[in-house]
C-alpha cells in the first residue's frame, strides 16, 4: 500500500517539475531575446561575449527556476504528508495473523464465547457450560518448568455470562474435573498454569479416563513435542443426540459429554495429522484402538479444525490416521 502510494506520487512529481521546467526554460528564451540589444551594446564596448551573456543568463535562469522550485517544494510537502498519513493507517490496522497461530484456529458452528487465554483458545458453549474445543500449540520447552500444578486452585471465570461454573458444582458429582489444555503442558509460564485452571478449561470427565488414558494421551503428546519441536493440538467433547447427562445445581446444570476427541498436528515437510476418540467411561481403552482420522472427528463433532492449511494438504492429512507415522 505504501509502496504503490509512494511510486504514485514520485511520479505526479516528476511530470509537475517536467512542466514546470518547461514554462521556465520558455521565460529563460523570452529574457534573452529582450536583452539582445543591450548584449550588442556591451559588446561593442570591449566586454567579451560570455561577459555580455553573464548577467542576462544568471536572471534568466533564476525567473526559470522560480516556478520549478516552488513546484518542487509544493509537491516535497506533499510527499512527506502522505508518507506520514500512511505509515499511521498502517499502524492502526491490526496484523494479519501469522500462519503458525492460524492453524489453532477452529470453525465452530454452535453458540460460543471466544475466549483467548495467554496458552490457549477456547470456544465455551454458555447453554451447556463447558468448551467445545480448546487449541493450543506444543514445543519441546513447553513440556518442562518450575511452575507446576501444586498450589494453583480449579477458579471461576468470570469472562463469560452468565453464572460461571465454579468448582463446587462437581462436588460428589462422579466426576472430575478434566482438563482440556493440560496443566502438563503449561509448566513454562505462572500465568498459563493459572489459566490452565479455569472452570472454562474443564469438562466432567470420568475418573478411569481423566488419570489413564486420557493422562497417557496428554503425556505421548509431550514426547512429540519434544520429538519434533511444534505440535497443534485441538481438544474437546464429543456430544451425542440431543439429551445429555448433566451434573450441578439444577438451575445451572453442567453438560456430561458422551466422548472426548484430541486432534493432532505436525507440520513441516510431512505434516501430518492423527485423531483420537475416547469414550467417557471407566473401561479402559487402549491408545491405538482410540485412533481415527481428522475428518472422522470433525463429522462427530461438527467442527473444521486445521482450515488455514492449504486445502490439498489439509485433505489428505485429515483423511488418514497412521499411528506409526509418529
Known sequence: MITAYVILVIAVVIWKGYLAWKRGMRTYRRDLEEHDSLREYLLGNGASRRESLRPFVNHALERALKPLSAQWRLWLILVVLGLLVALFTKADTPKKTSKTNDLTMVRVNEETTFLRRYAYKCWYSETMRIPLAVSWYLVGDHVTGTFKRKGVAFHADYDVK?????TQDYVQSGYDRGHMCPSGDNKWNQLAQEQSFLMTNICPQSHQLNTNDWNDLEQR?????????????????????DKHKTIGKRKNRITVPEAFYKVVLRAGRDTTAIGFVYENNDERQPMRQAVCTVDEVERLTGLDFFHHLPDAVESRVEQSARFDAW
Open 162 to 166: 452468565g453464572v460461571p461454573v465454579t
Open 221 to 241: 503428546c509431550r514426547n512429540w513435542a519434544k520429538k519434533y519441536g511444534r505440535i497443534y493440538i485441538v481438544c474437546g467433547p464429543v456430544l451425542r443426540g
